[in-house]
């Protein structure tokens, strides 16, 4: 395992060889060949860096350069073993990642600058830590940096500058390419409209299947083995190193609000701190069952697996595109585990939040915690159990709801009451998951594994009755309908789309309201009601013997144009269009709901023009759409919207208003 922050990676008191903090002997033998042969290499490239930058600070001609002075002052504060292990650290980052749809730890300027960020920060600790010793006062990093700022002020207005960033970073970047660890590249995207420039490994043979081993570029955001520090109005909370090697504020900022929100009263600290504070824990029943069942019941890939498009001689953008994410996929995979592992030795294990500017949380340590991937989500459990009484049918239910939610299908949009009784009728498959008739059809397999065993354990309790109680420990999680246009439509008042955003109840025949909360209610489905909105759409145009859109292009090529007749014809599904239309209401651009769009479908062929093409899966490739028809239907759905719900569309013309002025 490598940490992404070089300044955190691994060393130990062993007779091992470790290069700068980092046990090259967990590497396959040729990349640890190669990190010593090049050890000293590097830290001569590192030493000619720093004496340069010595030079800079010596020269009076550039008294009057801050920019160049503050560099230099950045780069000189840095020892030679620090800035080897930023050096190998990034570079197993590159060969991490290689061959993947990774861009932040591949596209040359995302890395140079977050590599920058890190080297600056280092230098404002060293700062402090000289401060401390010379003076005695023990002080936050906030108030190091305002102190830092106003003693500089020269250099103040380049603290949070991408530039010098950017600038720190192509040092290291420099080093690694002037050591032939790594090259830079200029690479397309896969829509040939962007350019950019890629890092990669120079050494082909270090690449080759034979010689790569797994790595696990850690995060430095984990879960915590203690409860968080509590956020205050003027204490940074969350991880105990907040505010004394860095400086985390509760509300993420969002560089494009030259205004930041404000928080007013104790609510919204004690709903953070209480929530940081709930303890987790792994489901190891579950870890140790996708161990060693995983490959039977296809819940995780087979990461000794190669795929197809590996042994072709040469790839053209499909193949290229589809072996990307692939690996990208399998490296997300084996990191969750990865981390899964290593804390499940933990009792309790904690997820600090952070809140955005729509009052959004979002956990901070990546990859493993209740709102990641699907794998993420099944392996935590709350640390401490709930109590469900024998007689308490309404949780009951609810446990049972939630295993047909994870199961989807069909089953997943039917009525509280109908998705009970699923339950009962498969509880023989259920308790046996093990025979995989349930688990090889469910949507989300991982999340429903984690039930059929929590139900399994129900099942032995309830025709156990010495017990009166059952101890869970498995989340149930609920989700609105399209929580943002049902913001959208009160604050609109937009009642055509209230039913269908179930935000008023049903009624029966004889005209009297039903229970909210009736269990026989069936909820309305937002997504499927835009998806027949917009088939009917195509159809209208078909009907009308218009095939093609001669909008979606200025090119006057039928090819380049996107098809009516082939989006009416196309077999879709609401989860092919979910992510699009829910990312509506924040101003999702163009291209982000294409991308949606284009990760819910099977990426088939790419066309001599350097088209796309796409199908609903891999077995059904008859019906084909392009990304011209993709950008097509983003294109129908938003007219749908603003020409079919006004008041949405006028509200929406006003929240933009908004949204300008404040930035």
Known sequence: MVFQDSEFNYSANSTKFISGGINIDILSPLLNKTIINITDTINRYINNLINQQMEVLNNKKNANKFYDILVAKIITSNDVSSLFNICVSNFLAIYTYQDTDEDKFLASINVSINIGKKIFNKYLNNLKTQYYKSSGIDITFTNWVNKWKQDNEDFAKFYHDDDIYSRLGLNILTILTHSDLIEIRLTKSPNKIHRHYSLFVKDDKLMSSNNRRSIINLPVKLPMVCPPRPYDKDILGGYLLNDDKFSEDLLINKRAYAKCSELSGDKIYN?????????????????????????????????????????????????????????????????????????????????????????????????????????????????????????????????????????????????????????????????????????????????????????????????????????????????????????????????????ELNLIPERNVKGKKKDTASIDNRPSDFYNFLLHRLISYFKSKVDRGIFLDYKTTKNKEDKDKGSFMRLYSFVWNRVHVKKSIMTIPYNSSHRSMMKYLSESLVRSDCDKDGYNWYCTNEKDNKNLINQQDLYLLISSLQYIIKNDFQKIKKQSILRRWLSYLIS
């Open 271 to 499: 709903m953070v701190n209480n929530i940081s504070k709930t303890p987790f824990k792994i489901n190891k029943n579950l870890l140790d069952y996708i161990y060693n069942e995983g490959s039977k019941h296809n819940l995780l890939i087979d990461p000794e697996v190669r795929h197809e498009f590996e042994d072709l001689d040469k790839r053209n953008k499909h193949p290229k595109g589809v072996l990307a994410s692939y690996k990208s996929k399998i490296i997300l995979q084996q990191t969750i585990l990865g981390i899964a592992d290593f804390y499940s030795a933990f009792s309790n294990i904690y997820f600090p939040v952070r809140l955005d500017k729509r009052g959004r949380l979002y956990c901070s340590p990546s990859y493993l915690n209740y709102q990641s991937k699907e794998l993420s989500k099944a392996l935590v459990l709350f640390s401490e159990p709930g109590f469900v009484d024998r007689n308490d049918s309404i949780a009951i239910l609810y446990l049972k709801v939630y295993g047909a939610n994870c199961f989807g299908g069909n089953i997943s949009r039917t009525s509280i009451s109908e998705k009970g009784k699923w339950v009962d009728n498969n509880i023989k498959d259920i308790v046996n998951y093990d025979n995989g008739i349930l688990l090889k059809k469910a949507e989300d397999k991982l999340l429903f594994l984690a039930f059929c065993m929590e139900y399994k354990r129900f099942q032995e309790f309830y025709l156990n009755t010495t017990f009166m109680g059952f101890k869970t420990s498995l989340p149930i999680q609920l989700d609105a309908t399209c929580n943002a246009f049902q913001h959208m439509a009160l604050l609109s008042n937009e009642d055509t789309l209230f039913k």
